[in-house]
């Protein structure tokens, strides 16, 4: 379970938001919803951990995530804005080293058959500066697919620059992961719906829906 108590966000002497709460449970997909500036991404990153709130505390098991760090990062995966790609490696070494940093090493064939689900087929040995955005974003998220195992997905923007193509497999590997009882954090200005046994949104600049 992951829970949050009361937590404030600031970005310098502003206050984003503060005394929100929110815990979730196997199943659970949270949509995180607001305006520009309403402190979306500084959430995702509060609660990966990369970023501390100034007040409040984010839980893992009843554990502060400040406390676990490695133990805790061990159980997620973080794909942010940006999509921590280096320009001189190939898509399927990209995506290899973004697995290994979660602790999961897949097979070359599976990182094959990860990109070729996401419409890189005839790719995967291109290097990432070669490639275009929607291209680079679908390589990180190809990671998706490869780490099914790590119960906590904390996604940013992720149907961001992708053809529609792109979205609905998306949509079936959050739906999969959910059902299987997996937690899923997502901000998007997109209305993609997404199945899932329990969905809660959270809008920053109203409250909870």
Not at 32 to 46: D, F, Q, W
Not at 56 to 62: F, L, V
Not at 185 to 198: C, R
Request: aromatic share 4%.
């Amino acid at each position: 379970m992951l829970e949050a108590h009361d937590i404030e966000i600031t970005r310098g002497d502003r206050r984003l938001f503060g005394n929100l709460s929110l815990a979730l449970q196997p199943g659970t997909l949270l949509l995180v919803t607001g305006s520009n500036g309403s402190g979306k991404t500084s959430l995702l990153r509060a609660l990966c951990g990369l970023l501390v709130p100034s007040a409040g505390a984010i839980r893992w098991h009843g554990e502060n995530i400040r406390n676990l760090r490695e133990e805790y990062w061990r159980h997620l995966v973080y794909i942010g804005h940006t999509n921590a790609l280096k320009d001189e490696l190939t898509a399927t070494e990209n995506l290899g080293v973004l697995c290994a940093l979660s602790g999961v090493h897949p097979s070359a064939e599976q990182q094959r058959q990860a990109l070729a689900r996401f419409g890189l087929a005839g790719r995967e040995r291109l290097p990432a500066k070669a490639l275009s955005q929607g291209q680079r974003r679908r390589t990180a998220l190809a990671r998706l697919s490869l780490c099914s195992t790590l119960p906590l997905w904390i996604l940013d923007e992720p149907f961001a620059a992708l053809d529609s193509a792109a979205v609905s497999h998306m949509q079936a590997v959050v739906g999969r992961h959910l059902a299987d009882g997996g937690m899923v954090v997502i901000t998007t200005h997109q209305e993609v719906p997404i199945p899932a046994p329990t969905m809660t949104e959270l809008n920053l600049d109203q409250g909870y829906r």
